[in-house]
């Protein structure tokens, strides 16, 4: 299929889109198929266009500048927060490694305490009786104000 192509079509267009379609024009895309062509679908391009146009109302632009406004805010502030958080990752992976690196450095020391806590771990394991006892009664002395307090609630909601 060969794609025909007339030297009057782009006035024919301009005319079109101007709605100044004079006869001279007219009479000249009756007689070539290409103007023919592109007439038709210029003035249904141009019909359909003002339906459009005239079935949907614009939106309010102020919301849409909003949204544009905070959004391009936003990117912004990403843009500018981008340099921190790669300083607060290195400085993160920099903690960890001198971190990793004292405690390699500093191991027998580390083995120390470990054993002292296990050896404060057993003495409490030996306590562990008196302390569950002292927390018992503890405990029951603080509950024994709430239970006070909920028995009165009841007596007043029941008198009510």
């Not at 782009?10 to 023919?36: I, M, N, P, Y």
């Amino acid at each position: 299929m060969k794609l025909q192509h007339c030297a009057r079509e782009a006035a024919l267009l301009d005319a079109v889109r101007t709605d100044r379609c004079d006869e001279d024009l007219r009479a000249h895309a009756a007689s070539c198929a290409a103007c023919g062509e592109v007439l038709l679908v210029a003035r249904l391009m141009n019909s359909h266009a003002r339906e459009v146009a005239s079935s949907a109302p614009l939106p309010d632009p102020g919301p849409i500048w909003w949204k544009a406004e905070l959004q391009q805010r936003r990117d912004a502030a990403a843009r500018a927060a981008r340099p921190i958080v790669l300083a607060e990752k290195v400085a993160q992976i920099a903690g960890i490694a001198v971190g990793g690196v004292l405690l390699i450095w500093r191991w027998p020391l580390v083995q120390e305490w470990l054993s002292a806590v296990s050896a404060l771990a057993e003495g409490a394991r030996a306590m562990a009786p008196i302390f569950q006892a002292n927390l018992l009664l503890i405990g029951s002395l603080a509950l024994l104000p709430l239970i006070l307090a909920l028995s009165l609630l009841g007596t007043a909601r029941a008198s009510d």
